[in-house]
């Protein structure tokens, strides 16, 4: 999960970072008193987890509070990248000498993390390391050591950045570790006129699967983007919404992600990804249909299921049943291999429901669901 | 032969006595698996007792009763009963505990199931067990099979026959739908690697056993949207690999940004992504599907055509 610039501020502050005095708001009236606190001129910057929101006009310079309330009502009209403005961070300006960067990212490959610094801040990272390779420096970090003074200052002597900063990069690590987070960034991280090292933006991507020790961000730092990802979420659902026509569900990530494939190989658009995972039961088939059909857009429903461990004639069962609570108003193509297919099969014609039918294979049903959806 | 497990192995399960560990416990034992104990320091000296039917699925057949010792520690169960492998369904917050235990007792393979470890603990104790050399599989895979050998996690013994095929995924379910497809020929081993953005054992690590294997004549390589292990094993097959790879890569249509049922399974910007996977092993002289059953056909093209 990405927290938002504001709480990724709040967290550095936290760790004894230095970062801008700023303040949240989603009236635009408000935004006029915080002006008014921080001295008259501020930054106002959209809070949306996207990247290029200066290109997009989400960050722009107020010279006095009434332009802070003007700028504010426009950037919170806004939507960047999809993702609509809910609220704005106004910050004091800082009087800034040289911007660098740094960040911690996990290197899957190697299995471990790796700090990524360079003099040269404030513009995409991936851009200088295209022009300028010498320009960043990556440098492992042992995680049985983390980052310890000393390595803190190899960091920087690597990037050519100032002494000073090794402090921050020792805090920035201990964000990184206490809060569970698989990313860390500060871009830029600034030497100020007055010789302050402070962070200016920042970005933090926590890591989901520590959730049940890290509770602190859950609720407040879920983007309610979809209604459709929101209804399934509450379910439980593991579902992602996307923009075709066919409602997939199936058992297990990878099988899934293979279905919408599959589908689209077969010339129509899968409307959903909907991972029920190994239990498929009535209630989680049930619950699966419901948010597939509640899309207006989808037209037709595959259920792509393998049994492994799962019993075929038990999802056949939690299909039935979920028929019993849920109007089925468009064709559903099922197709059920593996453990105790046949008589997973034999259940779903028993039931005769006019719009469930049945296919083989993998792709034998995707073709199906597919003419299904695309026919006129 | 097959690679990292065979019916020699002995096998231990930290976790025996929850509710996933009681369910496959009975289904491993059914498979064959040579399981000489559970690990709980809670219920160290007891006996717990498997009604284990006489079928390979473990769902079928007169039940006889099997039973298994409990042991306080990885490092009791080793001196006792010589076990070289273990299995880990503990759940996530003392999956890393778990881990580091078996690796200090001096374990060669922890096999570990578990989902929703905490990356940095997958960080720590890959990391902790590699320096003791101890193999680490997962987290979050389904386990890996050598059919008519042995099963150490959680996949259907009952797919597949033993083969010449071996096989290496992210995807449990995949490499089901895989086995199935190819179960006339057959497979040596099937690793389910894991779906996490770290894992202890990569494609490249399976793929450098598989070509040592001499039970081994091909492998089909399952992959998956985000980060870029399937390029490396691209590189690596071109440069290390004789024998023929097949591929399989989901996630074409997943959007950007967004994590697809796996943890690990998110396309980051223009990296991660399914086309530029299947570049890369096709550059290396991989053939790669379009679908599962296409590539099933593909393996069974190559193993037809000979060497």
Known sequence: ?376 | MAIYLTKESRVLVQGMTGAEGMKHTRRMLAAGTNIVGGVNPRKAGRTVDFDVPQSPNGLSGAPVPVPVPVFGSVADGMRETGADVTVVFVPPAFTAAAVVEAADAGIGLAVVITEGVPVHDSVAFVTHAAARGTRVIGPNCPGLITPGQSDAGIIPADITEPGRIGLVSKSGTLTYQLMYELRDIGFSTCVGIGGDPVVGTSHIDCLAAFEEDPDTDLVVLIGEIGGDAEERAAAYIRDHVTKPVVGYIAGFTAPEGKTMGHAGAIVSGSTGTAQAKKEALEAAGVRVGATPAETARLALAVLDEGP
């Open chain 1, 1 to 376: 999960m990405d927290l938002y610039e504001h709480q990724a501020r709040e967290l550095f502050a936290e760790h004894g970072i230095l970062v801008p005095r700023a303040e949240v708001t989603d009236s635009p009236e408000e935004a006029r008193e915080i002006a008014r606190r921080l001295g008259g001129r501020v930054v106002v910057k959209a809070q949306v987890k996207t990247g290029g929101r200066g290109k997009a006009g989400g960050v722009r310079f107020a010279a006095d509070p009434a332009a802070a309330e003007l700028t504010a009502r426009q950037i919170l009209g806004m939507v960047i990248k999809g993702h609509p403005v809910g609220t704005v961070m106004l910050a004091r300006p800082v009087d800034i000498e040289t911007e660098f960067y740094v960040s911690y990212v996990l290197d899957r490959a190697a299995g471990r993390f790796l700090a990524i610094a360079s003099a040269e801040g404030g513009t995409e990272i991936e851009e200088v390391a295209a022009a300028r390779p010498a320009a960043v420096a990556r440098i492992p970090v042992d995680p049985a050591q983390g980052v310890t003074s000393a390595k803190a200052g190899e960091i920087a002597a690597a990037a050519g950045l100032p002494a000073q900063t090794a402090d921050v990069l020792v805090r920035l690590w201990q964000v990184l570790i206490r809060e569970d987070a698989l990313l860390v960034e500060v871009n830029p991280l600034v030497r100020t006129r007055q010789g302050q090292i402070l962070a200016l933006d920042g970005k933090v991507t926590l890591d989901d699967n520590a959730s049940f020790r890290q509770s602190r961000w859950g609720a407040e730092s879920t983007e309610h983007g979809d209604p459709l990802e929101a209804a399934a979420a509450a379910k439980g659902l593991n579902y992602v919404k996307l923009d075709g026509e066919v409602g997939i569900i199936g058992n297990g990530a990878g099988l899934v992600m293979s279905t919408l494939d599959v589908v689209a190989g077969c010339g129509a658009r899968p409307a959903n990804f909907l991972d029920i995972g190994g239990g498929a039961s009535a209630e989680i088939m049930a619950d699966g249909l419901s948010v597939v059909l509640s899309d207006p857009a989808v037209r037709s429903v595959l259920v792509n299921v393998f049994g492994g461990i799962t019993a075929c004639d038990a999802v056949a069962d939690g299909i039935v049943r979920a028929l019993d609570t849920v109007r089925l108003t468009k064709p559903l193509v099922v197709r059920l291999d593996g453990n105790n297919a046949a008589r997973g099969r034999e259940i779903l014609d028993a039931r005769r429901h006019p719009l469930v039918q049945q296919a083989t294979t993998m792709d034998g049903a995707a073709r199906r669901a597919a003419e299904l959806a695309t026919a006129v």
